[in-house]
Structure formats: structure tokens, C-alpha cells
């Protein structure tokens, strides 16, 4: 992993630690369980029906490629809904979070996730994930289903990410409530 990349990681960890009092919950089964290791939350205040987008990290350890079959929310809240989800190979610059879908702060192509191979010893994909907000009030997505697969084993993991949007700007200038960790 490279050092910018590493550095980046431990920040967004460190800070969704800080903001969300993470505890140490394994995020499920399988290789790709490795791109969240933590339960984290984010909760940010939006615009009705724009929409905002955010990355996950995919992290293959093994020496094998694993393909995704699809990515699916958890828990989706009614008000809230996947505007897309791609991945960006080599992204430029990472995406914490952005005002819109698709994202042009990644300098990539956006591709499918139906489909992508993680390579192995793979730490430079980013599963970027844009969310829309259908009218007022606060709605959450609780986690992210991965469903992937390496050869004739197939594989499933809950990345415990909660995405929480909070709508319009007016009602929340200082923010969103709080959200719940995932578990």
C-alpha cells in the first residue's frame, strides 16, 4: 500500500473514530471483510435531492482476484436513496465525501461494480457510493452489502458503514444528529 494511501486510510479511520466512538466490530466474512475493519458512521447535512457521494476502500490481502456480483445498502430508511455506486481504479484523490454523483474529484473513470475484479494484493480501488435525500427530515443506510466472489467460493460481507443524510441545509446548519454505529 502506498504510503499516501496508508497515511490516508489511518486518517479517515482515526476521524470516524473520533466522530463516531467506533468500537472494535469485525466487519464479516471473507477477503474483502478487510476493507472496513471498524464500525463507522457518517452523517452529513444535504440539499433535498442532490446528491452526495462517498468511497469505501477495497482491499484484496489475498493472492487470488476476487469479483464482485453486486453491491446492496442494509437498512435503507425510506427518504433516502443510491443515486449509484462505481469503482474508481487508482483514483486520483480519495473520496471522503463530495457534493454529487458521480464524483469528479476521483480523475478516473467510474465503473460498474457488477463485475470488477479486485486484484489481488489490491489496496487502490474505491467503492464510491452516491445517496440522495427524497425530501425533509434525517433517513440512514446502515451498512453495505458486498456480494463477491474467487473461483467456485462465494463470499458476503456487511461493511458496518453507516451513511446517515439529514435534509434540507436550513434545518441542520450545525450538522446531523448523531448517527448509530452499525451492530
Known sequence: MSRLRVSAAITIAAAAALLTGCGG???GVGPLA?????????GVPVP??????????LINPTGRPMTIDRVLPVGQQQGIVVAGIRVAHHPKAMINSAIGYPPKES??????PTGWVVA???NEDDLI?????TH????VIRMFRIEYHSG??????DLPFTAQECAPLSRYPHGCPQPTLPG
Open 120 to 122: 489481488p494484493h489490491e
Open 136 to 139: 425533509a427530515g434525517v433517513a
Open 48 to 57: 433535498i435531492g442532490t446528491p452526495y457521494s462517498f468511497g469505501i476502500p
Open 34 to 42: 478487510a476493507s472496513v475493519t471498524y464500525a463507522s458512521a457518517v
Open 152 to 157: 467456485s467460493s462465494h463470499y458476503a460481507v
Open 25 to 27: 466490530r469485525n466487519a
Open 107 to 112: 480523475g478516473v473513470p467510474l465503473r460498474p
Open 129 to 133: 457510493i452516491g445517496l440522495r435525500m
